[in-house]
Each structure stands twice: as C-alpha cells, then as structure tokens.
C-alpha cells in the first residue's frame, strides 16, 4: 500500500513491521503527544494506539498494530454481517411468501 491519502488522513503502510500509521494533523513543535491504547475497546486489545495532545485532547493520529490481522477480522466480521442481512432478507422474505400462501389458500377453501 505504501501512502495514501483517503478524506484527508494520511495512511502508511509498514510491510515489514505489519504497522499501519493514519495521520490526520502535523502536531506543533511545542505539543504534549501521550500514546494511549485503545484497542481493548474497539475488540483489538493491544493493536490500537491513538497519538493525543495530552493539554488539549487533540487527536493527531493513529498506528495499528498487526494491520493484516486486523484487516481479515474486519473483512471477515463484514463479511458475516453482509450474510447474516442476506439470512435476514430471505427469511423474511419466505416468512412473507408463506403468510400470503396461507391467506390465499384460506381464502379459496
């Protein structure tokens, strides 16, 4: 992937470190960075750290751990969703086809 930019966040790919870097904004020269784990909350533990000015709680970017990992888990969660919905629809679908079925048929009898 190397870099590009996507609604003006600046993603970098590491391949040999398996690291993924999302920068949205330069800090200042004089900023507080602190490194803070979030990962554990969105059910990556220990892959998410976000890049916060500690003074005024800015958000100054991103680094993804084991990017690959997280990228099939992703895809794969996606994935489920898209067929669980397909489920979804044809379940209803057929639950629908079945109760006109019967009222049509309890109307010819």
């Known amino acids: ?58 958000v100054y970017g991103m680094t993804i751990h084991n990017y690959t990992g997280m990228r099939r888990a992703l895809l794969f969660e996606r994935h489920m969703l898209r067929a669980r919905k397909f489920l979804a629809v044809l379940f209803w679908g057929i639950r629908a086809g079945s109760v006109n079925d019967r009222r049509l048929h309890s109307q010819i009898a």
């Open 1 to 58: 992937m190397g870099k590009e930019t996507v609604m003006d966040l600046q993603f970098t790919y590491e391949r040999h470190s398996d690291l993924l870097h999302v920068d949205a904004l330069t800090p200042p020269v004089e900023a507080q960075i602190d490194v803070v784990e979030v990962g554990e909350a969105a059910g990556f533990p220990g892959q998410v750290y976000i890049r916060v000015d500690s003074e005024t709680g800015e």
